[in-house]
């Protein structure tokens, strides 16, 4: 079982920028696909952005797209969140998830396993 612990979450003005880090507890961890998805008050769960397991196959959410950036670092372990110009329509529990064959998934059931959160909190 993979174990994810998100961090870097927190409040933040309008156009501002977060960077959330998720490390994982498996030596493995190059092997699998990596992503964030994000779930706001009454809202499901969507996905933010995903990332393959050599780092070549990068997908976002239209919502996203120039303003996010994922990226790995298999020696770490870690997936990293940037986000930029941030809007109050981004604020939500962000929460990194992994799974070997996820590259490609925007539903979430292909990955395995989920962190924990963290909460992004954008002000107007």
């Known amino acids: 079982q993979v174990r994810l612990t998100e961090s870097g979450g927190g409040l933040v003005q309008a156009g501002g920028s977060l960077s959330l880090s998720c490390v994982a507890n498996?030596?493995?961890?190059?092997?699998?696909?990596m992503g964030w998805f994000r779930q706001a008050p009454g809202k499901e769960r969507e996905f933010v952005a995903s990332?393959?397991?050599?780092?070549?196959?990068?997908n976002y959410a239209d919502a996203v797209k120039g303003r996010f950036s994922i990226s790995r670092d298999d020696t770490k372990f870690t997936v990293a969140l940037q986000m930029n110009n941030l809007k109050p329509e981004d604020t939500a529990v962000y929460y990194c998830?992994?799974?070997?064959?996820?590259?490609?998934?925007?539903?979430?059931?292909?990955?395995?396993?989920w962190g924990q959160g963290t909460q992004v909190t954008v002000s107007s």
């Open positions: 990332i393959s397991t050599s780092g070549g196959i990068i």
């Open positions: 998830g992994v799974g070997k064959y996820a590259t490609y998934d925007t539903t979430g059931t292909q990955y395995t396993s």
């Open positions: 498996v030596r493995t961890f190059g092997q699998f696909a």
